[in-house]
């Protein structure tokens, strides 16, 4: 599964532009029925999702296509990746600004996967992430977040230690040009090194600054490492300004993440009590949040499941 987030991450900049369970009142009629048939009618409610869920519609179809489909199942914020040679997944600031706007659509936040050594010293890396920060700002976007630590670039709490002062830079260096840095996790963060007596993620929330480095919580990552979310948005209230919505299945599966039988699931399909965890935002001091599903079961459409997603959270009282 990490293999294929950083090939993936890694062509991006090349573009040029359980079975699936589906809720009472939304079943599709039809097989040839477009998502935005199958979507309960509402008052649509400010949703967001991380553009990674559809990479490989977006590569196939083009960007334009796949979020003029993103927009007519009622999504407001989007939330890209594939970050490269000063483009968003092939396109300048400026044209995917253009797009989304002619959408309806906006981008409050930007994930970026920035080195963190380089032949050029440190300077070359912030230099990097001043330039990032620069076109970030230019789409529009208030956070700029760090996606993805390399599995090579994570292999003890030295490495987490050097890495922590790297971002306190990047923190400053985003502050000064005008947007708020953000640390994205994944499950990773919360496991012990042998012989360690506190997780990654704590160390990661303790040593940077809290003004310059804030939060975007993926609520599955943590739920999958044993943790609950709204216990962390207790430890450090207001920091976490961002979420990924994502909810998991317990079953046996090929989607299975680190031997565990959890896999990937349309939101409101799966285990994660997200009344509870919505019920905590002001804890949280979340600003925005975004649905995300890595992976589908059995060949689902992701154009499906985002309408699931969007279903449940539109409907959602406590959204």
Known sequence: MEKERRDFLKTAGAFAAGSLIIPFGCAPKKAQETVAE??????PKDIGLQLYTLRNEIQNEGLEVTLEKVSKIGYKWMEPFGYEGRKFLGKTPAEFKQILSNLGMTAPSVHSVTEVSSSGGKEAIIDQMKATAEDAIALGAEYLV????????????????????????????????????????????????????????????????PNNVKFELDLFWVTIAG???VEWFKKDPERFHLWHVKDMVTEENKYAVDGDDKYFAPVGQGIIDFKRIFDARDTSGMKYFFVEQDFTKDGASPFDTIAVSWNYLNNAAFV
């Open 227 to 229: 943790q609950d979310p």
């Open 38 to 43: 199958v979507i309960t009618p509402a008052t």
């Open 146 to 209: 760090w996606a993805f630590l390399k599995p090579e670039d994570r292999t003890s709490m030295d490495d987490y230690k050097r890495h922590i002062e790297t971002w306190n830079k990047f923190g400053e260096v985003c502050k000064e040009t005008g947007i708020q840095f953000a640390y994205h996790n994944h499950n990773f963060e919360f496991m012990k090194f042998e012989g360690e007596t506190e997780m990654p993620y704590e160390m990661i929330m303790r040593e940077t600054d």
